[in-house]
Nanobody
Framework: VQLQASGGGLVQAGDSLRLSCTASGRSIRRAAVAWFRQAPGKEREFVAAIRRDDILYYAESVKGRFTISRDSAKNTVYLQMNSLKPEDTAVYYC???????????????????WGQGTQVTVSS
């Protein structure tokens, strides 16, 4: 299984971006897929996740601004990011797992498959 993250870029505060995480080698239809981010000098943090039954999870810092969604036909999970802030600047990673339990969905170490990361930079 390989995950390809894309869609990052340099934007101004208040702008929007849509990140994509496309899987190859296995259908993500029944996977839990999450986005994490890591800013320089900080630990990787949970951003959003979509569970295998399509229950959604968000970090408090992005709730109301970011939306995670799945397109099974394209084997892709999206992260729509609106009203971006400078503090959203980070490398964004997608992760997938077919065995993860609901209690671990926000825990990076519980995901077996990771994309390579895509840089998001938000200028003020």
């Amino acid at each position: 299984v390989q995950l390809q993250a894309s869609g990052g870029g340099l934007v101004q505060a208040g702008d929007s971006l849509r990140l994509s995480c496309t899987a190859s080698g296995r259908s993500i239809r029944r996977a839990a897929v999450a986005w994490f981010r890591q800013a320089p000098g900080k630990e990787r943090e949970f951003v959003a996740a979509i569970r295998r039954d399509d229950i959604l999870y968000y970090a408090e810092s992005v709730k109301g601004r970011f939306t995670i969604s799945r397109d099974s036909a394209k084997n892709t999970v999206y992260l729509q990011m609106n009203s971006l802030k400078p503090e959203d600047t980070a490398v964004y990673y997608c992760a997938a797992d077919w065995q993860i339990t609901a209690g671990n969905i926000r825990t990076a170490g519980q995901y077996d498959y990771w994309g390579q990361g895509t840089q998001v930079t938000v200028s003020s």
